[in-house]
């Protein structure tokens, strides 16, 4: 099972690598050549280096040492004196000709830049002649240099995702012996380009707990239907919502359930709209509601919701049978604290609603997906770029991308979770995570980038599945 770890649990295992018997010089060494190596397929013309005070900056040199030896133009330039292992690259470096410049240049004609200032240790913002350098970087990118990171960009906290100003914004980041969490949530997608991951092997000592598990195509479940199946066997669902003038939000998301494989979907609307005929439409009283609900395998209450449902809430709260609470259910939550559900259910907010339940800011993701679980005894779906779910340690799936940040997303994903759970999925938080961003980004190489939420909807059915 693959995962990530945090900058205290990169420390760790960097130490007891080490420790094992492998110097830190040779590791340093490793990483070098691994990020020499990834930067030679893109066929520099001239790199300058940028190397700050640890050893990330010890990599930096050690890029630079290979790029000589290729006959590559090269240079480095150094923010601080170097010790230890970084010392030694730095030597190798010098020792092969190579030239270390006290001060960033005005301008630079570099087509890369590695950049080698902070690694995994920033938990600040970049100040000084670090932050004047992270700056330059950007500056330089703007006016058409690509930018290497080394394990990740500097000025991003490795642990949180959270982006310190200022923070590099690289076109790739290589990262070394794990994941790390910062580079797929948060805001670290935003200025980690493209993620590649360099193990360093061969090592060999225990792996280190994991900070987040990743959602990956093995760890899924998506119930198998036996070819004797029919809509009584497949699983029920009840979407409750779609109102005022919102209800495409319940259309869209019974849509989803249906095509994620339900048998029957229900929808409870007062609306007068009423564009899909294989949603099977029940009257909006109470009593209606509640013995649907209780027919079901499960329901969804929030999407196109509005603000003046409290009581159909609180029926449905007390009703045996799962529950995928959304959108404007949650914001209901937020204002009315109940007693936390008998029965199981799944919370899926955006980041704002997050907050309001909690009133806390999202600063550290991790932190707010506790805040969550404290607050009720729920599964939890966080969205947002790098989504996270409730789990020991937590789910992280590692999808950023804007196509899934459309009017609908939402209500489509909370529809695929309910059905999978009627269904009978053992991990239907997770794997409606995974199968929603998929559902998404197939649209997105089917369509390009004009994809809607109903695109990724007609995509859950025909979708090759292992």
Known sequence: ??????????????????????????????????????????????????????????????????????????????????????????????????????????????????????????????????????????????????????????????????????????????????????????????????????????????????????????????????????????????????????????????????????????????APQFDVPELIRISWDIPTIVQCGARCQSVVVGPGLGSDAADVIQALWGIDVPLVVDADALNWLAMNHLENRKSPWIGTPHPLEAQRLTGVPMSDRLVMLKELEALFNATWVLKGAGTLISGQPPWLNPVANAALGTAGSGDVLAGIIASLWAQGSQSPAVTGVWLHAKAFLDALAERGPDVIASDAIDRIGRMKIA
């Not at 949530?185 to 993620?195: D, L, Q, R, Y």
Request: glycine letters at 12%.
């Open 1 to 270: 099972m693959s995962g990530t770890l945090d900058s205290n649990a990169s420390r760790s295992l960097d130490r007891r690598i080490i420790e094992s018997g492998i110097s830190g010089y040779c590791l340093m060494l490793r990483a070098a050549q691994a990020a020499f190596e990834r930067l030679m397929k893109e066929q520099p013309a001239s790199v300058i280096c940028v190397a700050g005070p640890g050893n990330n900056g010890g990599d930096a040199y050690g890029v630079a040492a290979f790029l000589i030896l290729s006959g590559v133009p090269v240079s480095v330039v150094s923010l601080a004196n170097s010790k230890g292992d970084a010392l030694k690259a730095r030597t190798l470096y010098e020792d092969l000709g190579g030239s270390v410049l006290s001060q960033l240049p005005e301008t630079d004609q570099s087509d890369w830049i590695v950049d080698g200032i902070l690694g995994t240790g920033c938990d600040r913002p970049p100040d000084g002649a670090i932050g004047d350098a992270i700056r330059w970087i950007n500056r330089n990118r703007s006016s058409g240099s690509r930018v290497l990171s080394l394990d990740v960009p500097s000025g991003l906290n490795a642990s949180t995702g959270e982006a310190f100003d200022p923070i590099v914004s690289a076109d790739i980041t290589l990262t070394f012996l794990a994941q790390k969490t910062g580079n797929l949530t948060g805001e670290g997608p935003a200025f980690a380009g493209s993620v590649e991951l360099e193990m360093l092997e061969p090592w060999d000592v225990d792996p280190e707990p994991l900070h987040t598990r990743l959602v990956t195509d093995d760890v899924i479940d998506i119930p198998r239907q036996k070819d004797t199946a029919h809509k009584g066997t497949r699983g029920s669902v009840l979407i409750v919502g779609g109102r005022h003038g919102m209800e495409g939000a319940g259309q869209l998301s019974g849509l989803a359930a249906l095509r994620a494989g339900a048998g029957k979907v229900f929808w409870a609307t007062d």
